[in-house]
Each structure stands twice: as C-alpha cells, then as structure tokens.
C-alpha cells in the first residue's frame, strides 16, 4: 500500500484512457485514478422509470427531461431546411407521444418501424398534437424484454470529454478504483450511528447509485466527513492557542473606557462599545486574542482598533497596524493621531514611500520603545523593524494578506495579542467554518447622522439620463465617480474605463473635469488622477474596481456602477461605500444591460444598506465556490461541500467534532486513526499533531 502512495497510479492507465484521452482527463485535474474516483458527478439522470404519455407535459418532476415508453405507431422522415426529422408516434396505456430527432440524428433514419417498443429520453414539448420529445436518448427493446432502466451520472465535462466518456471510463474501472480507497476519515461507529455506509460502498453510490436517494446519502457522507475534518482542525488550532499561556496579561484599569470617550469628539456607538469591552477582555487573559473585527465600511473601526492602542499603551506594550496600501495606511495614521495624541502614545509611520532617513529614524524609535504604535504596511515586515516590547497586532483587510505575512509581523513581538479588521462583512456561514479558530465582533450599527445612500437600478437605455443627473450634481458642486469593470474593450464586451473616459470627455462632460483611474496606471499617474479629484479639480473620476478600498473624498456624493450585472452584491456594497462620506445626500447608480433581468439581484441593494444581509443573500445566490472567488474570504477549502448549501451538515459536523475532541483530544484512540491521518494529511497539522 506505501508504494501506491508515494507512486499514484496514474489515468492513463485505466482501462478505456488512451493517449488522445489522457491530457484530456488532465485538463480536468483528472490526473490519478484516485482524483477520478473523487470526481464526483453533479447530478444524475434518472432513466428508470417512464411516465405515462398522457403525463408527460404535466411530470410533477421540475427535470428538464422526461422519459416515455411505449409502441410505435408511425414513422414519418422529411427534410426542412437541409434538415433531416424523424418523428416517431408511440403509444403506451395512458395516450401518444411523438419521439422527434432532428439533423445531426441522421443515423437514426430507417430504424425505426411500426409495432416496435420503444424507450426515449429528452425535453418535452406542448403541441396541438399532444406532447413532442427533442429525444438526447433512446433505445429499441425486444418484444418481452423488460424496461429496466438505471441511473445516469452527469460529471463536469469539457468540449472535448463529454459527461458520456468520464462516465463509461468509471463504469469500467469502478472495482479497481475502489481499492485506491484508503482509511476513512469518519470513524465507523459515528457512520453508522448517521446511518451511512461504509466508504467504499459510499464511493459506489456515489458513481453507480441504485437509486437517487443513494446518491444523495453518499454525497451527503463525503461532505460530512470533510466538514469533519475542518472543525476538528479549527478546533485544535484552537486549542494549541489556548495551552500557551504566554500572552502579557493587560490590566484593564477602572474607568478607562469613560476616560477614553471623554477625549472623542462624540460619544462612542453601542456596537463600538460592546466591541471595545470584547477586545479588551481577551487582552486581559494570558492567552493571545485572535479576534476577527467586523463592520461596514465607515462603522468606526479605526476607533475600536484605538481603543486597543489604548490598553496595550497603558500597560507598557507597543502596538503595530498593517494595511494593505499605502493609502489606508495614511488614512489610518491620520485618524489615529488625532484620537490617540490626548493619550500621549507617539506613533511611528513605516512606509515603503517613506525616505531613507525619515525610515531609520522611525526604526530607532520603535526599537527603544520611544514610540508605542507603529503603522505601515508590507515595509512593517522587513527584518530591520523591531520592536522592544510589541503587544498587539492590529491586521487591516485581513484577507488581503497571506497567513506567512501575518506571521511575520507577529514574530516580532513573544505572542502578542492579534485584531485582524475587515470591512467586507463575511457571512455567519463562513466566519464559523473558514475562520472557526478566530473569535469574532461585529459593528452592526453606524454612527448616527448618516443617512442611507439612496441606490437604483436602471437599464443601459437609460444612461443619458444618469449623465443628465451626475451633471446637476456637479453643477450644484459635487463630485461622482463612474467605474467600468475593465481597463481595455475587450472581447467580454464590458464597458471599458478607457472607452468611457474617452467617450464622456468627449462627448457627454466636455465641458466638465474628468480624471482617469485604473490598475495599469503607474503609481504616480494613479496618485496625480486622485489628488485631482479629491482636492476638487477633477468633477468625475471614471475607474476600475480600484477606487474600492482607500479612496476617501468626502464630496463626491454619486457612484455610477456600469455593466453592474458583472459584480457580485457584496462587491457592489463595497464600492457604494466610497460615497455617504458626508451630510449631502448620497446616490448610487447601478446600470445593467436591457437584454438581462437583473431587477431581482440589484434590489436587494436598493433594498438595504446592511452590509451583513447583503453579504448573505450574495452568499445564497452565488454559493460559497464563487462568493470565494471574489476579495471575500480566499478560496474556498471544500472538495466536496458547499458552505452555503451544506450548512446544516456543517453544523451538524461541528458539533460532532466538538465532542470528539471533549473526548480524546490528541486524537490517539484507534477509532480516531483515520481522522488522525486526514488531519496529518494538512501541512500546518502534522506538527501540531506531533507536538501534542
Ligand atoms: P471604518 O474604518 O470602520 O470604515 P472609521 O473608523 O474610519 O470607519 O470611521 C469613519 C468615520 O466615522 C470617521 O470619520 C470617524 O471619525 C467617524 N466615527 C467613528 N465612530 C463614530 C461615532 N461613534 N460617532 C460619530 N462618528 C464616528
Ligand atoms: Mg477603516
């Protein structure tokens, strides 16, 4: 068995793989025979049972195709418009159908007679002349031959390996497949206590199901047994982070947080204040926080990560926030100066822009703890920068760094307590499954006195209008953005920042200011564009998706989204968020295509500003494969599970996996050997299992 391990038997040496096939397979990711094995389909047919022809246009079954049985009563050929059509009429006990193939089903010509018994698959259609099947399948049976159908795998397929062909070369190899099949990871008590089967009879029903239900059980058992494996990984981490009592205990002096909101210009929110008391009471036990702080853009976050400065401060200990750009980085130097100077704490910037000297000095300062705060960005990492005494670490956009770079500026400090902050509101779903091992505050309420950003979906016919209105904004002194989903007109056929500069300086604002901003931009282009419309000199910026994070211009009150249609809701949110930065009244506009229905989707913004609910109504329509995709929350860790979909499995996983570990925590016990080797399986595990 090692030896299979270590020299996996490839596809190309399965039976019915051949030389054309295999790279085939490959494109797929299909590269062993083990991958093949868990390829899984993603829906069947099912070719069991015929529904009677007086039916078949009324199949309860929302499948798009039906399957009929019964005696041919004629046959008739022609041709229209080059086209060979063979229509068959059959009959069975309830009524007729006909059976239609048309052109590329030439070969089907002349095979067909009255009397004989007939089975077809396919996509029903109303007539005048009762229902019409386009057939994709069909079969003669023998005059007493019993219909016996089965059920049919559908797997992802490419142009050029077809569903048919992955499912022939399963078929075929099944028996040798499943001896691949190593330990199962689900213990076999807990499997049969869920009533599954054991996992080479799972695998099998998987592919070769006898009926739908066994399909959906054994999916069901794989999932199960993935999301297993991920809560008790989540939880050991958890755990190896609470048997290290080596975090500085910070005392939580009376008063503080009355002391801390008597030198802001406003009273905090509640949600602040209750986020402020989690923060420090993690920074209070001798075990590292790892908390992750949610809230809209705009819901005070830099305040709360102040706050933390705070307590780190009065205690002796330094504190270090990174942000992802040097914008934010500024934005954040900025306002925590201001909430931080009555406090006394001296702040260092660590920029990669910043000079030579003005950086060696700021080196200085952190390394004698002359400076409590040090805020920066990626520059924060370089080996130079240390610290005499670091704390807390506060991560900003945490999704846009690596877990190598989040390391690294923890290194600096001896388990220092970590406040990761993020702005895009991650669905309950997914902050429980991919990021079980933090614990987590949201800022579920903005500050008072804003108002909600009034937002509309219109059709493309309509732009001209959009114009008409950005112009009377400008006329009464503000300032929009317009943003394209692309830099170049590309083959897509997305509107192009390029092209909707060209055309709006042009033609449509050729009497007003335009700037320009997209990610081929130098950095001093970029720069110059911005500076231009945040002093005002620029009424309308035209940019990509970069103006999502780091652009603050509080007069700028309009967003034109076009091609909306291209972002998810989330993402949309987001770049809603640049305006509402002052009192004026604030309009976003998203502007989709007229051929698409897209009124569904985009109300649910023009419904809500709560970045939450957007967040998981784009999570239910999307799914957690594609929601991955976007800057949410790093790919997706699931083979087989979908978070979303999935999620009373998840829970249901958890809460197992909560008990295995009250149970046997080191995962010693034999009945754990195979979640044990599944946990070994993942890199940053092995040692943690080791060492345990
Ligand atoms: P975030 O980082 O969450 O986007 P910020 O911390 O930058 O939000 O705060 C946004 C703006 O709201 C800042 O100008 C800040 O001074 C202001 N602000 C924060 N908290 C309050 C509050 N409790 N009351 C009034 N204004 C607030
Ligand atoms: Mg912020």
């Keep these: 068995m090692p030896a299979s391990a270590s020299d996996p038997l490839g596809i190309g040496e399965l039976a019915g793989v051949g030389g054309k096939s295999e790279p085939l397979f490959r494109d797929l990711g299909i590269v062993t025979a083990k991958d093949l094995l868990d390829y899984f389909p993603f829906r069947y047919e099912d070719l069991r049972e015929p529904t009677p022809a ?61 009397g004989m018994r007939i089975f077809v698959r396919g996509r029903p259609e109303r007539s005048l002349a009762g229902p019409i099947i386009s057939v994709s399948h069909y079969r003669i049976l023998g005059e007493t031959e019993r219909y016996c159908g089965e059920i049919v795998p559908v797997y992802r397929a ?70 297993l494996v991920m809560a008790v990984a989540a939880l050991l981490r958890r755990a190896e982070r609470e048997r290290h009592h080596d975090a500085a205990v910070l005392r939580v002096p009376d008063g503080l947080l009355a002391d801390f909101e008597r030198e802001l210009p406003f009273a905090l929110t509640c949600a602040q204040r209750r986020v402020v008391e989690e923060i420090w009471r993690d920074m209070s036990r001798d075990v590292p926080m790892n908390r992750l702080l949610q809230g809209d853009v705009g819901s005070g976050k830099t305040l709360v990560a102040g706050a933390a400065v705070v307590l780190a401060a009065r205690n002796g200990f330094q504190s270090a926030l990174m942000a992802p750009t040097e914008i934010l980085a500024a934005q954040h130097l900025e306002r925590l100066t201001s909430v931080l100077v009555p406090f006394r704490i001296a702040i260092e910037p660590v920029l ?58 923890r290194a600096k400090g001896a388990s220092p307590h970590t406040l990761h902050m993020t702005a895009t509101p991650i669905p309950r779903t997914l902050a429980q499954s991919q990021y079980a091992d933090l614990d987590e505050s949201r800022i ?41 989903p692309t830099i170049d007109e590309g083959e897509s056929g997305a509107a192009s920042a390029n092209a909707v500069y060209e055309e709006l300086t042009r033609d449509v604002f050729s009497d007003l200011r335009l700037a320009l901003v997209h990610g081929r931009l130098s950095t001093k282009e970029k720069d110059e564009a911005m500076r231009r419309f945040s002093k005002g000199d620029a009424h309308v910026l035209v940019a990509t998706t970069v103006v999502e994070v780091g652009v603050d211009v509080p007069n700028a009150s309009v967003m034109v989204v076009l091609d909306a249609h291209r972002y998810g809701l989330a993402q949309l949110h987001q770049l809603r968020g640049r305006v509402g930065r002052s009192a004026a009244e604030s309009y976003c506009i998203l502007v989709y295509p007229d051929d698409r229905d897209e009124s569904d989707r985009l109300s649910i913004l023009t419904q809500t500003n709560d970045g939450f609910a957007i967040a998981e109504a784009d999570l239910e329509l999307r799914g957690a494969g594609e929601f991955a995709g976007t800057a949410q929350s790093g790919k997706s860790e699931f083979r087989f599970g979908d978070i979303a979909r999935d999620f009373a499995i998840y829970s249901q996983a958890r809460r197992v996996a909560e008990s295995i570990m009250k149970r046997d925590p080191a995962l010693r016990s034999r009945e754990h050997a195979g979640l044990r080797a599944a946990l070994e399986a993942m890199p940053s595990l092995r040692e943690l299992l080791a060492s345990s």
């Design 158 to 227: 490419s142009k050029f390996l077809p569903s048919r062909k992955i499912a022939v070369v399963v078929r075929k190899n099944l028996d040798r497949l499943l001896e691949l099949v190593g330990v199962d990871a689900l213990p076999l008590a807990l499997a049969s206590e869920f009533g599954f089967a054991p996992v080479i009879e799972a695998y099998r029903g998987v592919h070769a199901p006898a009926d739908p239900e066994e399909a959906r059980l054994a999916r069901e058992r794989f999932v199960f047994a993935e999301f």
């Design 444 to 484: 579920d309420e903005l500050p008072p006195g804003r108002t909600d950003i009034r937002t509309f979906a219109v059709r493309q016919t309509r732009v001209a209008r959009v114009y008409d209105f950005v112009r009377q904004i400008v006329a009464k002194g503000g300032q929009a953005f317009v943003v394209a």
């Design 352 to 409: 990669g822009a910043q000079g030579a000297r003005a950086r060696q000095n700021s080196l200085d300062r952190l390394a004698s703890g002359e400076a409590l705060l040090a805020v920066g960005t990626h520059a924060l990492l370089t080996q130079d920068v240390e610290f005499k005494r670091l704390g807390l670490v506060i991560i900003d956009e945490q999704h846009r760094f690596g877990v190598r770079h989040r390391a690294l500026l």
């Design 54 to 114: 007086a039916g078949l246009l009324t199949a309860e079954s929302n499948e798009s195709e039906v399957n009929a049985l019964g005696r041919i009563v004629s046959v008739r050929e022609r041709r229209a418009r080059g086209l060979e059509i063979v229509e068959v009429t059959a009959r069975d006990q309830s009524g007729t159908f006909v059976a239609k193939w048309i052109g590329r089903h030439r070969y089907v010509i002349g095979r067909f007679h009255e």
